[in-house]
């Protein structure tokens, strides 16, 4: 649609049309293939609705269609930043359901595990938002510089650098050795000195300060209205983490702290980030330290013809984007009768337009940086 | 010591520490020529499947029974079992092929096999120019040695060794009891036709 | 503090609620409540004072073919007194045009786009949602894939690996197949 020529009355102010124009979904700047139907008053955002399901391919309804460890490798897909993550969510609600315990060393690994991949997320989720503000490439590949160590070390444990198909209902799959711990001890050592370094090029900066300030407020009611989790609503001053609340893995015998921001704009998404990767190396260098020798698989879980008695359960966890939580039915049999998956960065999208509206079109940019969506997740 | 700007300034100093930091520090530039340079992969590395066969091509190790194609969550592996003219099977197959186009590298078939048959390979140039037969390995393409394997993954293949090694010490100890057992037992009952 | 049921049926004056066990394991009964009462059980449990589930966290629909209903359940959690999961569940019948339940859009924000998907993926019309469209699959697309009667279309055009049902309908389907597969297909 195209506006007609601006007029100018006599007042002096330009009146224009609304404009509707669609960004994305092949944007670089929409995190993948996502779309967003904006109307326009001259820069100013009026409206705004995401539109996603480019990258749908049923995961749920394939679930339904193989047996409860297939799956495993297919929560990789849902949130290609954090795979350990998702495993976790997934191995967590069936042994949840099947009440299955996990042998203690494998919980210090899942831990281990979930924390690096918490840290590469929120590295190159920041490094995004900054190539949203104009910062082209450099921010994001320094952050991707020191991802590329955790992927490493995912590589050496689990054999693969994304999709690390690693956790097995009751354990992992393959013990750390004490090289793998010596490596993920390096990482751990090393990532504060590139944390300071990071936070010298942007926590002060001007220009990220202009950009990111009191933009795209998310007021603290809304975000538990709209089931905001993650580092979105805690950094509109919602305090709450599954880590603590659920305690679920060896999280309650771990110290750590759950930073609150106080304004909800796109700049206290940025530095929740920050801040709860400093906690995230926190919770590693105890783990790294007391982890008990021991077993790292249940004895008692077969890997093939594997099943749970019939009913219902849900289990989630904090992933790096927020709440992930999956809901299972089963009936006894050897594959789910229903696999739901809870995904943070498609709930997350739900405030979108409230954010957005009175914004610039750049703005609108950022803010949906800010929220750090991966469309894997989103679209399932 | 607080002056206008002073953000930008210390950003722009961390770039360029980096920039010229690259020239001078192996950490500050990471990356490699590729085509040239390789960098070596971890053991645990994985891409694609391969069967493994101990002397020779004809003899592989897979039995063709099929747990694979069953587990496999996209249903990239297809067997066919081998038979001999009377129709009876031949615990070997006639054709296994894996789509690497729907493989995703999950490493369960390697998982559920209890033959040690089926491995994970660490070749990832793996790319070809049509889009359909040529992403489909045949039987013959899978097939890669003992030895290779052992080469790939030193210490995996010394544990699966050993591992075979004693189960075929246990059967053929096994074998060998039960022949002794059958032999005591002959020799306890005398013959039927001894007697007359 | 979570309420009972009786608490729940007091406080809702007409409200039918069955308790609906879990796994044994996971030990998360849910609350079945029928529809007319649904959003009055929802406003009373976000907004008592005791209980305070103002986090809804999980919205979703599981199609029950054999027992002839879909059933959509909410997960709440209360982010002020950290405590949950309270389990809601409503039942609504499979055919498509009695397939109705109450939208609690209304009383959390959050079941917006969960509601949607569950439109888009079940065919259950939310009524009073604010805005009911498909969200995953495509506008023009007609049925509903998650429905457990849902038939996919056969439209294989390149099956070098089938099994099963995807070997038939290939067959049937006229699409190609490599050599291998041609093997025991002849037989």
Redesign the interface.
């Known amino acids: 649609m195209i506006a007609a020529p601006s007029t100018i009355p006599a007042g002096g102010a330009i009146t224009t049309q609304l404009l509707e124009i669609s960004i994305g979904p092949q944007h670089p700047s929409t995190h993948g293939v996502f779309r967003m139907d904006v109307v326009l008053d001259g820069e100013v955002v009026r409206a705004l609705k995401p539109v ?2 480019y990258l ?1 391919r ?1 995961h ?2 394939l679930a339904e269609k193989m047996s409860w460890l297939g799956s495993m490798p297919y929560t990789d897909r849902l949130d290609y930043f954090n795979s350990m993550s998702n495993n976790w969510a997934y191995a967590l609600a069936v042994e ?4 299955i315990k996990v042998p203690e060393r494998a919980e210090y690994i899942r831990v281990i595990m979930a924390e690096l991949s918490r840290l590469q997320n929120h590295a190159s989720a920041i490094g995004f938002l900054l190539q949203d503000c104009g910062a082209w490439g450099t921010p994001l590949l320094y952050a991707f510089k020191e991802r590329e160590k955790i992927l490493d070390f995912f590589e050496t444990v689990s054999g693969s650098r994304m999709m690390c198909n690693y956790f097995r209902f009751g354990g992992v799959r393959v013990d750390l050795n004490d090289e793998m711990l010596a490596m993920a001890r390096k990482i751990v050592a090393e990532f504060p000195k590139f944390l300071d370094e990071f936070e010298k090029l942007m926590t002060t900066n001007e220009v990220v300060l202009a950009r990111c300030q009191r933009v795209g407020i998310l007021p603290k009611e ?1 975000a ?6 993650g580092p979105v609503a805690r950094a509109s001053g ?1 305090e ?1 983490d599954i880590r603590k ?1 659920d305690k679920y893995g060896v999280y309650g015998q771990l110290e750590f702290g759950v930073p609150v921001g106080a304004v909800g704009d796109v700049y206290d998404r940025y530095y929740i980030r920050v801040l709860e990767m400093r906690e995230s190396v926190k919770i590693l260098q105890q783990v790294l330290r007391d982890i008990p020798a021991g077993p790292v698989q249940a004895v008692e879980v077969k890997l093939r013809g594997f099943k ?9 966890v904090e992933g790096a984007k927020g ?1 992930l ?1 999956f ?1 299972l ?2 009936e006894g049999g050897p594959k789910p ?2 696999y ?1 998956i ?1 995904p943070p960065s ?2 997350n ?3 979108l337009e409230d954010m957005c509206v009175g914004h610039k079109v750049a703005d609108a940019i950022i803010i949906l940086g800010s929220i750090d969506i991966v469309l894997g997740e989103v ?2 | 010591m607080n002056y206008p700007g002073k953000g930008l300034v210390e950003g722009l100093a961390v770039t360029a520490r980096n920039f010229v930091g690259s020239y001078f520090y192996k950490d500050r530039l990471t990356t490699v020529q590729y085509p040239e340079e390789r960098i070596q992969t971890p053991e645990n590395s994985r891409t694609f499947p391969f069967l493994v066969f101990d002397e020779s091509p004809d003899k592989p190790r897979c039995t063709a029974c099929k747990i694979c ?1 069953v587990e496999c969550p996209p ?4 067997i ?1 079992m081998d038979r001999d003219d009377k129709g009876k099977p031949l615990q070997r197959p ?6 690497i186009s ?1 493989c995703m590298q999950c490493q369960i078939c390697v998982e559920v096999c209890p033959f040690e048959s089926i491995k994970m390979d660490n070749d990832y140039e793996k790319s070809k120019y049509g889009r ?2 040529d ?2 390995q ?1 039987l013959p393409d899978l097939l890669k040695s003992n030895d290779y394997y052992r080469q790939i993954k030193p210490v995996k293949a010394a544990e699966v060794d050993a591992k075979l090694k004693a189960e075929a010490e246990a059967k053929a100890a096994k074998k060998a009891a039960a022949v002794a057992a059958a032999a005591a037992k002959a020799a306890a009952t005398p013959p039927a036709g001894s007697a007359t | 503090m979570i309420p009972t049921s009786e608490q729940l049926c007091a406080a809702v004056p007409g409200a039918v609620i069955e308790i609906v ?6 030990a ?1 009964p ?1 609350m079945l409540v029928d529809r007319e009462h649904l959003v009055a059980v929802a406003r009373y449990l976000k907004n008592e004072p005791s209980c305070q589930l ?5 919205v ?1 629909g ?2 029950y073919l054999a027992k002839g209903f879909i059933e959509i ?1 909410y ?1 709440l959690y209360s ?1 002020a007194l ?1 405590h949950g ?1 309270v ?1 809601l569940k409503v039942r609504a019948p499979r055919e498509l045009n009695q397939c109705h339940v109450p939208s609690l859009t209304t009383v ?7 509601e949607r998907e569950a439109f888009d ?1 079940y065919g259950v019309k939310f009524d009073g949602h604010p805005d009911l469209r ?5 506008n023009e697309f007609t049925d509903h ?2 429905r457990k009667d849902y038939v996919p279309p056969a439209d294989y055009e ?1 099956e ?4 099963d049902e ?1 070997l038939k309908r290939t067959k049937a389907a006229g699409g ?1 197949m ?1 050599p ?2 041609a ?2 297909v002849k037989k």
């Open positions: 996603v399901g749908h049923n749920e309804q949840k359901l099947a009440g809304l538990i209205a709209g089931s905001i989790s919602v709450y609340v749970i008695p019939a009913g219902d359960g849900y289990g989630r709440e939580g809901y039915v089963s009768y229903r739901h809870r498609f709930i999208l739900t405030v679209d399932r | 194609e249903k990239c592996i297809y066919v006639k054709a296994f092929d894996i789509d729907v359909f037969n992403l489909v045949r | 066990p879990s796994t044994p394991a996971a998360q849910a103002d986090f809804c966290s999980c979703t599981v199609d359940v997960h982010v950290k999961p389990v959390w924000r959050g079941c917006e786009f969960q993926l498909r969200i995953l699959m495509w894939p998650m390149w070098p690996t089938p099994h995807v190609i490599p291998s597969a093997v025991e």
